[in-house]
């Protein structure tokens, strides 16, 4: 079984595990992933400074009273995981992981064995129904209560505005009052727009042509616009990095947060 995973192609959850340090990718995964650093040398740095925003941002939910988590894009449960941080905070925090990849889903399933307040399965966020209605996540949520979903470095992989508006209007609109929207977002704009078109244009066909999901950067404002009605919470969308910084935070990018080229935000709903 090991023997024909380590066969499969890149896929972006095992790229971003291998910039996370992890131990869950395979050769064609660090091969894609030497071809992006070789463009974009700050993309490991990158990656931690957004899974250490994800860290921030699940333990301000969580203190804040959060109980249900819904993470589209979910990668595998790594590294700080959502439901680690929450159930710390609260032992009886739900989580719901959700990605596209299928073998990240079983090795998610494999290290979530045993803990019965948590969940991954495999659906496209792209059909939300498939998600919203599927008995297991129905059985594990309850969305007549708040709930927080996360959708952190994943948007850019669906570069189709109408898909990627349009899907998570329908997740906003599935939700209770007093639910959260936490997203983060790769950028257009700031030090991204310092890459030069050709160099932008590579990256994108390492993902578009060795993974199953191209990947595009949108700007502030097109990054404000999935929240729609949303309240944000203090400090509003800023790059990643500039999030409720911790002081067990990654330091890159301290001199200067547009490097890390994610915008990050977290919205509550009226
Ligand atoms: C860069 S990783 C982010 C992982 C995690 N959310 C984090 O921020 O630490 C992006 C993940 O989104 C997943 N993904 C991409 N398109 C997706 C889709 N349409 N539906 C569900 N998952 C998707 C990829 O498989 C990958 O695991």
């Known amino acids: ?62 203190d804040a009273g959060v109980r249900q988590f819904l993470d589209l894009g979910s990668g595998m449960p790594t590294q700080g995981p959502v439901h680690q941080i929450a159930q710390r905070i609260a032992p009886d925090s739900r989580v719901v992981y959700v990605d596209i990849d299928p073998i990240a889903v079983s090795e998610s399933q494999e290290l979530l064995a ?58 906003r609109g599935a939700l209770a009052p007093g639910s959260h929207i936490l997203l983060s977002h790769g950028a257009s704009e700031g030090a991204a727009a310092t890459v030069t078109s050709e160099e932008h244009d590579q990256v994108q066909q390492v993902y578009g042509q060795r993974t199953a999901t191209p990947a595009g950067g949108r700007t502030h404002d097109g990054v404000a616009r999935f929240f729609g009605d ?27 947060p547009r490097l890390s080229c994610i915008w990050a935000g977290i919205g509550r709903l009226p």
């Open 1 to 62: 079984m090991d023997t024909d995973r380590t066969k499969k192609p890149a896929t972006a959850a095992r790229i971003y595990d291998f910039f996370l340090d992890g131990l869950h990718n395979f050769p064609a995964d660090r091969e894609a992933a030497a071809q992006v650093v070789a463009m974009m040398p700050a993309a490991p740095a990158m990656a931690k400074a957004n899974r250490a925003f994800l860290r921030r941002g699940v333990r301000f939910l969580a």
């Open 114 to 171: 045993g803990n019965a307040r948590t969940l991954a399965i495999h659906a496209d966020m792209r059909k939300p129904r498939d998600i919203l209605d599927h008995p297991r996540v129905r059985k594990m949520l309850d969305f007549d209560q708040p709930v927080a979903v996360l959708l952190c470095a994943v948007l850019h992989f669906v570069p189709d505005d109408d898909v990627a508006y349009g899907l998570v209007d329908e997740f």
């Open 230 to 256: 949303a309240e944000m919470v203090d400090p509003g969308i800023v790059w990643a990095p500039q999030w409720r910084p911790g002081p067990e935070d990654p330091k890159h990018f301290a001199d200067d």
